[in-house]
C-alpha cells in the first residue's frame, strides 16, 4: 500500500485547509486510515482515524473542528480542518493499517505534508 498525501500548507489562525491521501495498492487488508501529526519537538500522534464501517475517533484538540472521511471506492481519506490554531502547525502523515494474523498491527505511511497555522 503506497499513500500520497496533499493538501498541507501555509493558513491563518481561524482558517481552515484540507488534507488528501489518495491510497494505491491492494487496500483489501486495511482496516482503517487515520492522519497523524507531528509537531516540532514531540512524537508523533493521532489526529483522527477511520475504520471500516465509518466509526471515527478523534483527538480531543480535534474534535468539534476536523472532520475525517473516506471513500473506499477511491481509495481516498480526507481531513477537513476547520477554525485552525497555532498549535495545529505540524507535519501531517497519512496512514493506513491492517491486522496481521495474530493480531498485531501493521502501519502504512505516506510523506508527510506540512501544515503551518500563523497566528
Known amino acids: 500500500v503506497q499513500l500520497q498525501a496533499s493538501g498541507g500548507g501555509l493558513a491563518q489562525a481561524g482558517g481552515f485547509l484540507t488534507l488528501s491521501c489518495a491510497a494505491s495498492?491492494?487496500?483489501?487488508?486495511?482496516?482503517?486510515m487515520g492522519w497523524y501529526r507531528q509537531a516540532p519537538g514531540k512524537s508523533r500522534e493521532l489526529v483522527a482515524s477511520?475504520?471500516?464501517?465509518?466509526?471515527?475517533t478523534y483527538a480531543d484538540s480535534a474534535k468539534g473542528r476536523f472532520t475525517i472521511s473516506r471513500d473506499s471506492a477511491k481509495n481516498t481519506v480526507d481531513l477537513r480542518m476547520n477554525s485552525l490554531k497555532p498549535e495545529d502547525t505540524g507535519v501531517y502523515y497519512c496512514?493506513?493499517?491492517?491486522?496481521?494474523?495474530?493480531?498485531?498491527?501493521?502501519?502504512?505511511w505516506g510523506q508527510g505534508t506540512q501544515v503551518t497555522v500563523s497566528s
Open positions: 495498492g491492494s487496500m483489501l487488508s486495511i482496516v482503517g
Open positions: 496512514n493506513a493499517y491492517k491486522r496481521n494474523g495474530d493480531r498485531s498491527r501493521y502501519d502504512y
Open positions: 477511520i475504520i471500516s464501517g465509518g466509526t471515527t
